[in-house]
């Protein structure tokens, strides 16, 4: 019964507003001819325009976070693209002629294009030298940029992995400087050759897939997976994660914007 009177008493509002309509509708009709004869007496035509119904705006916090969406995705896709998507582990290859310098490249996977490659001023002789009496401790360090420099319109914030020199240490003495590189082709056909190992230390000798080096020396390499550590946007570090090592990394490398 309660249902059926509150149909009944939202038909009779309904068939109210219906009457409403329609007499305001008649009245306007009515009322026309009259205005048009006043207005033809005074030499003045109008016209009655009709508006058309309006479509409802979105609120202001719905577009913007529609466009945060949108921008979040399309920053996935472009982000997807490139190999600085490093996870909490990875794959670091330090390689070198005898006579040359050491090179560390930093992999997400065995066969993905390096995402950090430098070329240190040390000599993989000397790095040879420092891992057989212990602990290895190889610091990079670079500069933050200035406070005018962040201050600048357009200025974009640098990747860590993107810096291009650094200030190295090893084991507390410094040791020249290091630069980002590009993988060309010779370091591209060493990381291949070096694809199967996943944890070890040899000898590659020049052949189809090493080039000889500048004196003809072989090439030295050590490689294994390390644990990634992120402190901040300008500090990580890079543990060699060793399983003969009783859990104390041999080697660690730190990268530090100061």
């Known amino acids: 019964m309660a249902t059926s009177s509150q149909d009944s008493s939202s038909s009779k509002r309904h068939f109210h507003w219906t009457n409403k309509v329609a007499t305001e509708d008649t009245e306007a009709s009515s009322t026309t001819p009259n205005e ?3 207005n033809g007496r005074s030499g003045i035509k109008t016209h009655v325009s009709l508006s058309t119904p309006r479509k409802k705006k979105l609120p202001a916090a719905a577009v913007s976070i529609a466009r945060l969406r949108s921008a979040v995705s399309s920053f996935r896709k472009s982000r997807s693209s490139l ?61 933050k940029p200035k406070a005018e420099d962040n201050n600048k319109k357009g200025t974009t914030v640098v990747r860590l992995l993107e810096e291009t020199t650094w200030r190295t240490y090893c084991n507390g003495k410094k040791c020249g400087f290091a630069t980002r590189r590009d993988c060309g082709d010779r370091e591209w056909k060493i990381l291949k050759a070096v694809e199967p190992i996943s944890t070890g230390a040899g000898v590659l000798p020049a052949g189809n897939e090493v080039e000889a080096g500048p004196d003809g020396g072989e090439l030295m390499y050590m490689r294994a997976k390390f644990e990634r550590i992120v402190g901040s946007r300008d500090s990580e570090a890079f543990y060699m994660m060793n399983p003969d090592s009783n859990g104390t990394p041999e080697l660690s490398i730190y990268l530090l914007r100061v």
């Open 36 to 38: 048009d004869d006043k």
């Open 83 to 143: 190999p600085f998507g490093l996870g909490s582990r990875v794959i670091g290859t330090l390689f070198g002629y005898r006579r040359g310098h050491v090179h560390f490249a930093l992999q997400k996977e065995a066969g993905s294009p390096p995402a950090f490659l430098v070329e240190l001023a040390t000599p993989i002789s000397g790095l040879v030298r420092e891992m057989a009496s212990g602990l290895v401790r190889i610091a990079l360090e670079c500069d």
